[in-house]
């Protein structure tokens, strides 16, 4: 008897769960938007949600449901929700050859209908929407612009009677000058190498001259011709000798970005090279600072004015089930309106057009944009510009040279190498 | 009759087959996947699979950073087999040898074991900051006693990143071995120790002919498992230098999730899947032989 009224409870038991797995198949009319971007810190995750509770209010029936992860996490996570199928309706990727590697594998979706064909193209600075274009096609929305500068330390520069260099010698001269006053001159964290890639990318556009540079990275060049200008040498040289002239902290490979910053925002060192969108990070410390764009001008045969920078943005799953709602919120995210919102709130300079101005941004940020705007153009970050296992010889070299383990010719072989291969892979493929 | 011995025959393995099928299912098949995987060129972006054959395998001889990345893990298991099975036993004998007051022998065990619970995370950024250039503890002590020659850029200079990294894997798993090889100590009866004292055997006497054999088996897995962890590290090196600067710091294991998680490179990940579960295969059984033929009946 006891035996039987056991059987039963537990059979009961079974029958009821099953009963719940099946009830929960709602029939609502509500879509869920799956949202993945790289903003975990606290200021952008309370924009990003004024974003979704503004646009809940005209689209009710659609849920944003938000998803963040930190620069370096994100590089492993986006990997893995695409090998795991559970890719995000909208997720953020940088511009150039990291969204065509997505676009190429059918992950992205063609927006260029969405985007040409309506308002929509008269919101967006379309100049930053280039990079994201494979073939002609549109794949990714720029939401934001970003650029590199120089910041320097006012106090420390009126102290040396310094003012910002407009030259690469006179850059050199100031650097001098802190490092025979006993100042560290540049602030320098390259534990993570792409702080180092923004140097060597930016010398790289400089000193070789565009077309080349351009078939170099997207790799149409002759195989043995690939890297083989000597302006990569001559911008790797260039790199290591403010290395080994002590304009660097010491131990540059083993500090990370974020705490060659913070000795920045402390006072430590006279300059730091870092993104527009750091400034307002920066301001919070520290008021008194400048920048100034990093100087070309000792020849070369690149564009001395090319600022290196990007748009960031986002791009829509290939294989999206609410393709319509996703790009009903992306409209929404990179709208003027929103866009005023982001820069009043972090001091970024959005992509929308209009959305930066004297009242919402700091006079900083302000004159950021303007530099950005009177750039001859931009060199993008050169490690999402060009094929990643070519990144992932390149950006070590740069450890190695710095430490004086490799030489620049030693790394421009290795990298030419490795650019033969990729190329031989992708016409294989 | 019959069917009641069947079944007695029959229950343990009806008892084990849950415990089975998850190993088989989590831990077997996966392995066998992988060997097929990596005979394919795939990425986590492109589902599409291309049929390499072991060309994958092929470029493990050509790779230049394997050959310093087994070399890093080397030096890990044999350093830390040193540290946290020799010198781990040692202190582990000191403490249980009465020689140190019972009150002070606990307080000693705890603090060496309690850099076992922190989360790894916490201890690879905590021993960033110590071991900053310019502002961090360690430089700053090496300064204030006068050795400003020692002081290195420990984590970013090529040679210090991967002994400094070793450093802080000792100082984390000591403590914990030690209190493994204490509860074998504890297990060895004391007429042993007594009747060597008898005999006029000296306390180190005591420790290489009583000890130490006593403690056979338990220096035996720690061994083993020290050494296989040696070449399986991964999450503190990621944490403390991503295997940098220019690969100096790079481990097996990083080398793979690198290739796997940035270059999307997958077939080739897994390829070194296969080398690194091949390599502790090997490593366990040799060590498995060595403790055999000792084996006294």
């Known amino acids: ?429 | 009759m019959n069917s009641l011995r069947f079944r007695k025959k029959l229950t343990p393995y009806l008892l084990l087959l849950p415990a089975i099928i998850v190993m088989l299912v989590f831990v077997y098949l996966p392995i066998v996947e992988n060997i097929y995987y990596s005979l394919f060129r795939w990425s986590s972006i492109d589902p599409t699979m291309k049929f390499i054959d072991i060309q994958n395998y092929t470029r493990i001889f050509k790779d230049t950073i394997i050959g310093g990345a087994l070399k890093n893990n080397v030096l890990y298991s044999v350093i830390s087999v040193i540290f946290q099975v020799f010198i781990s036993l040692v202190l582990a004998a000191i403490l249980e040898s009465r020689i140190i007051r019972h009150r002070w022998a606990n307080i000693f065990r705890n603090t060496l074991f309690m850099p076992a619970v922190l989360a790894i995370t916490v201890v690879g950024i905590t021993f960033q900051l110590i071991y900053s250039p310019n502002s961090g503890l360690l430089n700053q002590l090496l300064r204030g006693i006068g050795l400003d020659s020692l002081a290195h850029a420990w984590l970013g200079e090529e040679g210090t990143a991967i002994y400094a990294i070793i450093a802080v894997s000792q100082w984390q798993w000591v403590g914990y071995d030690m209190i493994l090889f204490i509860v074998a100590i504890q297990a060895i009866p004391d007429e042993l120790y007594e009747a060597a004292k008898i005999d006029g055997a000296s306390g180190l006497q005591q420790f290489f002919n009583i000890t130490i054999p006593m403690v056979r088996e338990t220096i035996l897995v720690l061994s083993t498992i020290t050494v296989i962890g040696g070449f399986k590290v991964f999450d503190i090196v990621w944490v403390m230098t991503a295997g940098g600067p220019n690969n100096a710091s790079q481990t097996l294991g990083g080398y793979l999730y690198r290739v796997g998680f940035r270059n999307d490179e997958m077939g080739y990940a897994s390829a070194l899947a296969t080398l690194l579960f091949l390599i502790t295969l090997a490593l366990t059984f040799i060590q498995l032989r060595i403790g055999r033929t000792g084996k006294e009946a």
Request: hydrophobic letters at 40%.
């Open chain 1, 1 to 429: 008897m006891k035996k039987s009224l056991w059987m039963l409870l537990s059979l009961v038991l079974v029958m009821s769960m099953l009963l719940t797995a099946c009830g929960t198949k709602g029939a609502s009319e509500d879509v869920t938007v799956k949202f993945f971007h790289k903003w975990p810190e606290p200021e952008q995750l309370e924009y990003y949600n004024y974003v979704i509770a503004e646009f809940q209010k005209t689209h009710p029936n659609i849920k944003i449901e938000m998803e963040a992860a930190s620069d370096e996490a994100y590089k492993d996570k986006i990997r893995i929700l695409m090998s795991s199928g559970e890719v995000p309706d909208i997720y953020f990727s940088w511009a150039g050859e990291f969204s065509w590697k997505f676009a190429r594998a059918g992950q992205a979706l063609d927006i260029t209908d969405a985007l040409m064909n309506s308002d929509w193209k008269d919101k967006i600075v379309l100049s930053a929407v280039e990079p994201y274009k494979v073939d002609g096609k549109i794949y990714g929305v720029p939401m934001r612009i970003n650029a590199k500068f120089m910041v320097y330390n006012k106090d420390i520069f009126a102290q040396y009677n310094l003012t910002p260099p407009t030259t690469w010698d006179e850059f050199l001269a100031v650097s001098k000058t802190l490092k025979d006053a006993g100042v560290t001159p540049v602030g320098f964290g390259n534990e993570f190498p792409w702080a180092s890639a923004h140097y060597v990318g930016d010398f790289n556009a400089k000193l070789v001259e565009g077309t080349v540079l351009k078939a170099d990275y997207l790799l149409t060049a002759e195989p043995d011709k690939l890297f083989t200008d000597p302006g990569y040498v001559e911008a790797l040289t260039r790199f290591k000798m403010l290395g080994d002239l002590g304009y660097f902290n010491d131990g540059a490979n083993g500090i990370s970005h974020s705490n060659a910053r913070s000795s920045f925002m402390a006072g430590k060192v006279g300059m730091f090279y870092c993104e527009l969108e750091e400034f307002v990070t920066i301001n919070q410390e520290f008021q008194n600072f400048g920048f100034f764009q990093l100087p070309g001008g000792t020849g070369g045969a690149g564009d001395q004015k090319l600022l290196t920078g990007a748009p960031d943005g986002f791009m829509v799953y290939g294989k999206t089930e609410h393709p319509a709602e996703a790009i009903e919120f992306l409209k929404f995210l990179t709208s003027p309106e929103m866009g005023k919102e982001y820069v009043k709130r972090l001091g970024i300079p959005s992509a929308a057009v209009g959305a930066v101005s004297a009242d919402n941004a700091l006079p900083t940020v302000v004159e950021g944009l303007n530099a950005i705007n009177n750039a001859s153009g931009m060199a993008l970050w050169m490690d999402t510009d060009m094929n990643i296992k070519i990144v992932e010889v390149y950006l070590p070299g740069m450890q190695a040279v710095l430490s004086g383990s490799k030489t620049p010719e030693q790394v421009m072989q290795e990298v030419h190498d490795i650019a033969v291969t990729v190329q031989a892979e992708l016409k294989s493929q």
